[in-house]
């Protein structure tokens, strides 16, 4: 007979997982990553993309019983879901997971933080079903990875829909069969294209893929199906959307191999191959002590997910987030890559811009993925080289708690919560014993 389906083997995973199981270091994991989306979702709180998008949900939900975090209001589920997801990855400055640049946190998290608000669930809850749902987002997209990507699928959005799901059903108590049927429901739900990046049609996918999740979670709660093989089948997900498959990715070594525990965390508000680029020039720029005028040009070479995401004209924020030549200008000109210096004042200012122009970005096939060699040629004919493999923040050179803690504050400041930051942070390392949200909750609101 046949083996269980994708969708199947998840669902049995996720329905039969116990808390007492998952490893003490697994468990500080899910709290690094909350404390990390829940900053990055405070520092665009007075962003207008973020007040947009609090307009549009409120006209089209429900009651409203759910906190958005860092605003006055509150939405339903989908709604507060949907705005949450979309403020922690409006500035390039959350989680990623490398292999498959999937940013586990913003689709996942924010459904999870709305089902256990309304329900008044443990924290302990919400970080085992954290943990679960980015497990099977970023197994799903290493099952198909790179071809979906290249064909341009925002791999956040899409698999960021099935990490949804199977979270919220892990927090429903929904049976393994029903857990599977969810997953396999998110599968005709999951869209987002990369074209869209830097335009804000990007932060409807990312918002979709949360609210979907819930959407698909209850609807297999009332008994709706999906296909067994909704994911890898002939006519599946996966197939229409990529090459073949890797159904081993998905399913092999569940619960004894954690990808998510492999989940990275940004020092810079950058796409995470940029970190490469951005560590380089910092170190050439400390190396050389030459003044901007006194540098010739400067090649970066890199994979081709560098050069694919990062080779554009930047003409505004997103652009800039995004962007080689951005990227080795701040590092080489500014000598810093914060929040403000990837905003529209920075990419107007013309000495970045005319740094911008003396940049080439070049093909390197030999580097990993998020690796970067950066070459000056100096006015005077010198020529001066870096090559960096593990940037700062990366699965080799993690950041430390007491640096995701400086960069939360430095977010939370950022909305106007520089008064609150401490108790947030304290609220968020001590989850796993909180009886339910409301303490924290009542923080962030």
């Known amino acids: 007979m046949p083996g269980p389906t994708a969708s199947e083997a998840l669902g049995r995973f996720v329905a039969g997982s116990d808390w ?4 003490p270091a697994l468990r500080h994991e899910a709290k690094r990553s909350l404390l990390n989306h829940i900053g990055c979702a405070l520092g665009t709180a007075r962003d207008p993309a973020v007040r947009t998008a609090v307009r549009v949900m409120r006209g089209l939900g429900g009651a409203p019983r759910v906190t958005v975090f860092g605003q006055s209001t509150r939405l339903d589920a989908m ?3 949907f705005v949450n997801a979309v403020a922690s990855n409006l500035l390039d400055y959350d989680d990623t997971h490398l292999n498959t640049v999937i940013h586990p946190a913003a689709p996942v998290a924010p459904p999870l933080f709305a089902l256990a608000e309304q329900g008044g669930l ?4 919400i970080l085992h079903a954290f943990l679960l749902g980015g497990e099977i987002a970023c197994r799903i997209g290493n099952a198909v990875s790179p071809g979906h990507y290249a064909r341009g699928w925002h791999i956040t959005s899409t698999c960021g829909a099935f990490g949804a799901a199977a979270g919220c059903a892990k927090l429903l108590g929904l049976s393994a069969g029903q857990t599977a049927h969810a997953i396999g429901i998110a599968s005709s739900q999951a869209a987002g294209t990369v074209e869209n990046l830097p335009s804000a049609a990007k932060n409807v996918s990312v918002g979709n893929a949360a609210r979907h999740g819930i959407m698909a979670a209850f609807f297999a709660a009332e008994g709706w199906e999906a ?5 890898e089948g002939p006519l599946g997900w996966a197939r229409a959307t990529g090459d073949v498959p890797d159904v081993a990715a998905i399913t092999e ?3 004894e191999r954690w990808e998510i525990g492999r989940n990275t965390y940004k020092p810079y508000p950058a796409g995470i191959v940029f970190h490469s680029v951005i560590d380089a020039c910092l170190a050439l720029r400390d190396r050389l002590r030459a003044p901007p005028e006194a540098i010739a040009a400067v090649s970066v070479a890199g994979d081709a997910l560098l050069l694919a995401r990062g080779d554009r004209v930047v003409r505004n924020e997103r652009d800039a987030r995004v962007s080689i030549h ?6 080489l000109v500014r000598g810093h890559a914060g929040v403000a210096d990837f905003e529209m004042p920075a990419v107007a200012d013309p000495a970045l811009a005319a740094f911008r122009a003396k940049v080439a970005a070049v093909l390197d096939p030999s580097l990993p993925r998020g690796a970067a060699r950066v070459t000056v040629r100096l006015a005077d004919g010198r020529v001066e080289e870096a090559l960096v493999t593990t940037p700062r923040g990366s699965e080799a050179r993690p950041m430390s708690d007491a640096e995701l803690e400086a960069k939360f504050r430095d977010n939370a400041a950022m909305g106007g919560f520089a008064d609150r930051a401490e108790a947030q942070i304290a609220a968020i390392w001590a989850l796993e014993e909180a009886p339910d949200l409301s303490c924290l909750m009542g923080l962030l609101a």
Not at 20 to 23: A, F, G, S, T, Y
């Open 20 to 23: 007492r199981d998952i490893p």
């Open 79 to 81: 709604g507060a879901a």
């Open 122 to 125: 443990s924290g302990a809850a």
């Open 227 to 231: 296909a067994p093989a909704a994911i």
């Open 253 to 255: 070594g569940l619960g």
């Open 326 to 331: 951005h990227s080795a200008a701040l590092g």
